[in-house]
């Protein structure tokens, strides 16, 4: 039918032009021969010159449109750019595209502003570690008024993830979702890249736990100066108090929407989850008994001999760990310590976990084994994990790239019915966040201080099952992630509650991630 228009078409086109030259040719005749001989030598050629003019002009004016459309609509530029659909398209063929399209996201306007300069960011640390300091960062971007580069992950920790942020994180989502409160690219402008490339860029460390006008008065100012400032390290490098309303919400903003896992990551989660859920309830336990922790820690509670020397050797092997000669007993006393799998089940059995519920760890590798895991899956046989429920090929993509494992644990933690931490890192810290924000869900974060008292008090002997299990319940009662006020500690930062374990200020709203 298409082909039919289209010849149809230009006949009706070439009908019109021999009708045209007719016309010329009839009125050559009605003027006369020197009529004819002064239209070939003045008129004809000023009408082929008018009309060429009126056409390149023409030309002109579409192309200049058409250029204008394609930088500024991203709803125009693919469409001018790949072409309108084809009529040789098959209608089904159109109507499965159109049908597979995602549903339309209203996006909020962009946001104009005098641009003071780039800022590069390094993160460092784990996942969690790095996702708020992403957040921090955007915060930080936006005050200034500057425009920040998509972050740089840490590959030199100890689990030497290669990871890229889009290989863990929606980059397309993350840029165009804050494109109404920061503008954010993924490279520099190449006369500023090369002049990275060459080393010719102001590197530091900003203070931790900084106030925003410390970024205002110091930050901004080294920015405007040198047009491109890197910060090498963005672990808790803005105060959880004592700030804006406005940049507390847009950490939300990035944390709890702008920071979408990538299709892969989100899919994957999904299917463990609904394998968990086919079996009923589940509980997530972030069993923070691994060997870089153990070591980093250095706690020991459990080990043999050659196992303290191992994480013992392993502490010395990492120069950024600052502290060395640790006493493990004074620091598992103080409730510095993660609980051990030991230790775990027994806490359980107390708060009466059902013995029959699917638990599912959020962890690596546990340190000492099934030698350690023996006495909890005694306690509660269901212990899943997610290379017990996916196939191999699931997880090929994954392996060795830690944060990739650790983003899908994190998907499965939010979702569960209960999320039990065995230590306040940093992923059970925002995950304990995220999910107070999804609906205040079941947290049960574990005094661990009081805790091993109790453990040791019942493994002695002074205290009998019953008790021992009623004074369990009774220390966790208010500590199941409910609605509290976070606790503010001023000049102790590190003291106070974290601000993305209870970011209070996010919860008001009826549709919080619309309203913020």
């Known amino acids: 039918m298409c082909r039919f228009e289209e010849s149809e078409n230009k006949s009706d086109y070439g009908v019109e032009k021999k009708e045209e030259g007719r016309r010329w ?44 459309l394609t930088a500024l609509g991203e709803m125009w530029g693919p ?28 996006l909020p306007p962009k946001r104009f502003y005098k641009n003071n300069g780039y800022l590069m960011v390094s993160c460092n640390g784990g996942l969690n570690q790095m996702r708020s300091a992403i957040c921090d960062m955007v915060a930080i971007a936006r005050y200034l008024n500057v425009t920040l580069i998509v972050p740089e992950l840490d590959k030199a920790s100890f689990w030497n993830d290669p990871s890229e942020f889009q290989d863990i994180f929606d980059v397309d989502h993350f840029i165009t979702s804050l494109r109404g409160e920061v503008r954010i690219l993924k490279e520099l402008p190449p006369r500023l890249k090369r002049r990275v490339e060459l080393g010719r860029v102001h590197s530091m460390p900003p203070i931790s736990w900084s106030n925003i006008s410390y970024y205002l008065y110091q930050i901004l100012p080294l920015i405007q100066k040198y047009k491109v400032l890197h910060l090498n390290k963005t672990d808790s490098r ?55 922790m153990l070591a980093f820690s250095g706690c020991t509670q459990g080990c043999n001999d050659d196992e ?68 909890l899956r005694a306690a509660y046989p269901n212990l899943v994990r997610k290379e017990t429920l996916l196939e ?102 590190k003291e106070e509650d974290y601000f993305y374990a209870n970011p209070e200020e996010c919860f008001q709203s009826v549709e919080p991630l619309d309203s913020i």
């Open 25 to 68: 040719q009839m009125g050559f005749k009605y003027l006369g021969e020197s009529k004819v001989e002064k239209t070939k030598s003045s008129v004809m050629p000023r009408s082929c010159m008018k009309l060429w003019m009126i056409r390149a002009t023409t030309t002109l004016l579409l192309w200049t449109c058409v250029v204008q």
């Open 79 to 106: 469409r001018v750019l790949k072409g309108w659909p084809s009529c040789f398209t098959p209608g089904s063929r159109l109507a499965a595209e159109i049908s597979s399209a995602p549903a339309k996201i209203l």
């Open 238 to 292: 803005l105060a959880n108090n004592g700030l804006p309303i406005d940049i507390q919400k847009l950490r939300c903003r990035v944390n709890f929407n702008a920071l979408r896992f990538t299709p892969q990551i989100e899919e994957l989660g999904r299917r463990v989850i609904r394998l968990l859920r086919q079996r009923g309830a589940f509980l997530v336990l972030h069993l923070r008994y691994e060997m870089d």
């Open 308 to 375: 303290v020397e191992e994480l013992t050797r392993m502490r010395y092997a990492y120069p950024w760990w600052k502290e060395k000669v640790i006493n493990s007993d004074l620091k598992r006393k103080d409730g510095l310590c993660p609980l051990t799998p030991e230790e775990t089940g027994l806490i359980l059995r107390a708060l009466d976990v059902d013995r029959d519920i699917q638990i599912y760890i959020a962890a690596g590798e546990i340190y000492g084994g099934e030698r350690r895991m023996a006495s």
């Open 392 to 493: 191999s090929s699931d997880l090929r993509f994954f392996q060795n790239h830690s944060s990739q494992m650790a983003a899908l644990d994190y998907l499965v933690s939010l979702q569960s019915d209960i999320f039990v931490p065995t230590y306040d890192g940093n992923m059970a810290k925002v995950v304990e966040g995220h999910r107070r924000f999804l609906g205040f869900k079941k947290t049960i974060l574990l005094d661990r201080k009081l805790l091993v008292d109790l453990i040791d008090q019942y493994n002695d002997g002074l205290l009998g099952w019953e008790k021992f299990s009623s004074l369990v319940k009774e220390v966790h009662l208010n500590r199941m992630g409910n609605p509290t006020k976070r606790v503010v500690i001023p000049d102790r930062p």
